[in-house]
Structures are given as structure tokens and as C-alpha cells.
Nanobody
């Protein structure tokens, strides 16, 4: 059973930083791509950042230079370090992986950035 458990969300002011964490189980973590998506009210879920099993990283243009994704295969965890947060970054952030031909999502963690 695949489980992804996010933590680290919260309420911050514009310009501040947050670090999200995701603990994974039920997958061969070192072989699995991992990532972060987000969804704001009334909007579709969108990609934030992904990292492949080989370490190739992809960022959404809106977060490039401000957010950093990383993975720790020993801890079976993926992280999203977010700097210079803006009100438009407010969303529920979901951890993601792809295993055995389907995507899996965590329950999400709320990030709210006040101006």
C-alpha cells in the first residue's frame, strides 16, 4: 500500500520561507520519481517540481529560482524548500509519485502566504 505523508505547511508572510517534507512508504523509493503539485481554490492541480530516480529535476516556471526539490533515498523522503514566498503560492501542496503505471498523491498540506 502506497502512502505519502506531507508535513511542513503553514501560514507565512510574503517573502518568508517554508520547507515541506513528504515521507513515502509502500514503494521502491529509490526507483520512483517524486514530486510536488499544488492546487488553489477554483484552479486545476499544477506541477511545482519533480525529481526522477536518477536525480533529474524539473520546475514550474513560476517557482524556478525560489523553490528547491530534493530527495533522500535513505530516508525515503522528498523535500520542497520554498523561499521568497508570494501570495500566489497559496495552495494545498501534494506529494506525488508514480508507481506500477499510476500516480499516487498524499493528503496535502496547506500553505498560506499573506501579503
Amino acid at each position: 500500500q502506497v502512502q505519502l505523508v506531507e508535513s511542513g505547511g503553514g501560514l507565512v508572510q510574503s517573502g518568508e520561507s517554508l520547507r515541506l517534507s513528504c515521507a513515502a512508504s509502500g514503494i521502491i523509493f529509490s526507483n520512483s520519481p517524486m514530486g510536488w503539485y499544488r492546487q488553489s481554490p477554483g484552479k486545476q492541480r499544477e506541477l511545482v517540481a519533480t525529481v526522477t530516480s536518477g536525480g533529474t529535476i524539473n520546475y514550474a516556471g513560476s517557482v524556478k529560482g525560489r523553490f528547491t526539490i530534493s530527495r533522500d533515498n535513505a530516508r525515503k523522503a522528498v523535500y520542497l524548500q520554498m523561499h521568497d514566498l508570494r501570495p500566489e503560492d497559496t495552495a494545498v501542496y501534494y506529494c506525488w509519485t508514480f508507481s506500477i503505471s499510476r500516480s499516487y498523491w498524499g493528503q496535502g498540506t496547506q500553505v498560506t502566504v499573506s501579503s
